[in-house]
């Protein structure tokens, strides 16, 4: 995504928190309990729909408006329960959402330069928006958590849905893998721990800026930004990281080195703020090199061989136990599990890409020949060899095959009947007015039944 679309994207979460900026009054199109919907509101939500090329089914200004009243109507629902979202929660969301955007902008001053506010003032309307989303998905959550979906249920949803309606599944594929990490030699980490040190000493000397040097040596997506990763808590890094970066008290000065699975840093803080913090670092990775590389992959393609020969009755399964590095496959018969959905199956574009790569060839039962992959982990090169045990080509869902897939769209269906019911009965309790000229809609509630315009 082109970072003007993120960008836009971002500036339309906000838009509830930040009125149009002008010398023109906000004019109210809707008043649902005590809350207005600011004609401006809408605008900015419907622009971005527009710039986004989002479909929007119906008039937009009776769909945007009929939305943004709906979740009014949980937000004032949320006061009554009296449901208080935690701060610290909030403030995660709201930090990662500002990171993102020092990340695609180059720097904090820039941020506040595009939006025209200082970051103090940005944060703070982020805060309230942020707050309302998880308000209305709390209130949400406390209606619908009693949603069991049994096998009789699914399949009377199942049997209801017309053949020619029911979702199609993408290609899914069950893959095993053994990976091989090759050794790094000692002489490499002596490398690159010297580096490191050499960058502290001018930092700490005055000679340098830390930002400058992680521009320019640094291995990590940081660099581009003076290797500022924004504000984080403990449980947002790696926990090497954590504990030196929480460990520091002077912005001037630079920490040891710190070896985490991602390779080796050295660290500044930026600033402290309660459970979190934001720091920059500068990372090397010691290089594989290229005979240990081969050492493994001549490794792999005999065990591949001795298991093709059936030699000594080794299974691909059995190595995979003994031999494989891969921590969440090897005791797992070597079976690769989907992280996104909990399952042993994997669309094809959810796969380690070199992984997809080799797998969109094989056959099932088919061993492949060593390669070379990238650790997502650790982002070091290591060498892999992969089994693929089951394919299931694209298909209609079908109740044997797909019964989670089906109890997903059952529970969802559900859900959105419960939620439909409640905003049905609460609108009859609830204050509505409707500015002239934005009562001439087909809604999906019946506002005007209980609207407040004559009145």
Not at 116 to 139: F, G, H, I, N
Not at 258 to 282: C, S
Request: glycine letters at 4%.
């Amino acid at each position: 995504m082109r970072i003007k679309t993120i960008l836009f994207c971002l500036m339309a979460i906000m838009s509830l928190g930040m009125n149009a900026q002008n010398n023109v009054a906000e004019e109210v199109a809707w008043v649902v309990g005590d809350e207005p919907i600011f004609k401006s509101d809408i605008e900015e939500q419907y622009q971005q729909a527009l710039y986004e090329r989002i479909n929007i089914d119906g008039n937009p200004y009776c769909v945007i408006p009929e939305r943004m009243a709906v979740e009014k109507l949980f937000l004032h629902q949320a006061k009554i329960d009296t449901v208080e979202i935690p701060n610290s929660t909030v403030a995660q969301s709201v930090d990662s959402r500002i990171n993102y955007l020092i990340v695609n902008l180059g720097s904090r001053e820039k941020v506040e330069e595009y939006f025209r506010k200082p970051m103090p003032e940005l944060r703070s309307q982020l805060m309230d928006v942020v707050r309302d989303q998880y308000t209305v998905q709390e209130v949400q959550r406390n209606l619908t958590k009693n949603i069991k979906a049994t096998p009789s249920d699914v399949r009377k949803y199942f049997n209801s849905i017309p053949k020619d309606s029911l979702p199609v599944i993408p290609l899914q594929v069950e893959v095993k893998i053994i990976t091989i990490n090759p050794v790094i030699p000692q002489q490499e980490i002596d490398n690159v721990k010297a580096r490191l040190r050499e960058y502290s000493e001018k930092v700490n000397n005055g000679e340098s800026e830390f930002s400058t040097l992680a521009i320019l040596y640094s291995e990590d997506g940081s660099s581009t930004h003076g290797g500022e990763v924004g504000f984080r808590g403990r449980a947002e890094l790696l926990p090497e990281y954590a504990t030196a970066a929480f460990n520091l008290s002077d912005t001037k000065r630079v920490s040891k080195i710190v070896e985490t699975e991602a390779g080796y840093h050295i660290i500044q803080l930026i600033e402290k703020r309660g459970d979190r913090i934001n720091t920059r670092h500068i990372l090397l990775r010691p290089k594989v090199a290229q005979k240990d590389l081969d050492d493994a992959q001549f490794k792999l393609d005999s065990l591949r061989v001795n298991i093709l020969n059936k030699e000594k009755g080794v299974t691909f399964e059995q190595a995979a136990m003994y031999v494989s590095q891969d921590k969440d496959s090897k005791n797992n018969n070597g079976v690769m599990l989907n992280a996104k959905t909990h399952s042993n199956l994997f669309e094809m574009e959810e796969l380690p890409s070199e992984v997809a790569k080799v797998v969109s060839t094989m056959q099932v039962g088919e061993i492949s020949s060593p390669f070379v992959m990238i650790n997502k982990a650790t982002n070091r090169q290591q060498v892999a060899i992969v089994k693929l045990s089951k394919r299931i080509d694209s298909h209609r869902a079908d109740f044997a095959d797909d019964y989670q897939v089906l109890k997903d769209m059952y529970e969802n269906h559900k859900r959105e009947e419960i939620l439909l019911k409640w905003v049905e009965e609460k609108q009859k309790s609830t204050y509505v007015y409707i500015e002239e000229g934005w009562r001439n809609c087909e809604f999906k509630y019946k506002w005007l039944n209980y609207s407040n315009n004559d009145k």
